[in-house]
């Protein structure tokens, strides 16, 4: 059974930085790329970061490229996203994605969510003005 448990959320002032974690079980990590997203109340879910397979590309939306940084330790089927330069705009849910990539590009990761295969449940993120 495929697990994906996200941690790290919570309230930080703007300007501030957190560290969100994504510990994924009960699937083969290496062959998954691997996505955040964000929903904002009474927004539609949005693609943040993604990282391939091997850990060796990323991708950003625009709204957060330069501020955060998505990582990867297949060691420990985790996946992180450094988010710094917080805005009260980045406040939502943010969620943890896997897309299984066995057979595809090294360099392939996905910014759809029709791509995910599964997801977690969600840590809030609140950045205060």
């Known amino acids: 059974q495929v697990s994906l448990v996200e941690s790290g959320g919570g309230l930080v002032q703007a300007g501030g930085s957190l560290r969100l974690s994504c510990a994924a079980s009960?699937?083969?990590?290496?062959?998954?790329?691997m996505g955040w997203f964000r929903q904002a109340p009474g927004k539609e879910r949005e693609f943040v970061a993604a990282i391939t397979k091997s850990g060796g590309s990323t991708g950003y939306a625009d709204s957060v490229k330069g501020r955060y940084a998505i990582s990867s330790d297949n060691g420990k089927n985790t996946v992180y996203l450094q988010m710094n330069s917080l805005k009260p705009e980045d406040t939502a849910v943010y969620y943890c994605?896997?897309?299984?990539?066995?057979?595809?590009?090294?360099?392939?990761?996905?910014?759809?969510?029709?791509?995910?295969?599964?997801w977690g449940q969600g840590t809030q993120v609140t950045v205060s003005s």
């Open positions: 994605a896997a897309d299984r990539a066995t057979y595809y590009s090294p360099n392939y990761y996905a910014r759809q969510e029709f791509d995910y295969d599964y």
């Open positions: 009960g699937l083969t990590f290496s062959n998954y790329a």
